[in-house]
């Protein structure tokens, strides 16, 4: 298990947040979803200051304009539960990087029809460029990007050679 993956799961079963985490498992990605945002990696932190919860968002990419309706489905979902008191905020350090996403919310995104980040074969230097990034349709490699823009700015257009369904690729950052 990576570092990072090891740390996040020691932050989320710390006994006196583990309920809120466990909470916040019900707040969807909205552009995608089948994720939540634990599964995205952008959920990094709880805390409680005395009655007051702060919960810490780094969003997929600086200027995601998920990241409001991310911040009031947090602050909803708290209150709901009975917390009164939440305060989100937005961490831009360190960066998001795809390596924050679970294992399972890659498995999702493959379901869903989109192509997770370590779907695709890299260059000699490791760029995607000229990425195959594998079908999430028919898991070919035959595939080819049509856009280096997706759906979204931190998704990529391909389109599969084999069964010519068109896909988006989930960027590694």
Known sequence: MPEEQYQRLQQRNAADVKELWDLLDEVKDPEVPVLTIWDLGILRDIEREGERIVITITPTYSGCPAMDNISTDVTKALNDAGYSDV????????????EWMSTDGRKKLREYGIAPPEDA?????????????????????????????????????????????????????
């Open 87 to 98: 305060k989100v905020k937005m961490s831009l350090s360190p960066a998001w990087s795809s």
């Open 121 to 173: 074969e890299l260059d000699e230097d490791g760029l995607t460029p000229d990425a195959h990034a594998l079908c999430p349709h028919c898991s070919s490699r035959n595939t080819r990007r049509v856009s280096e823009f997706g759906s979204t700015a931190c998704k990529a257009l391909f389109q599969c050679n084999d069964c010519n369904e068109p896909f988006d690729y989930f960027k590694k950052i």
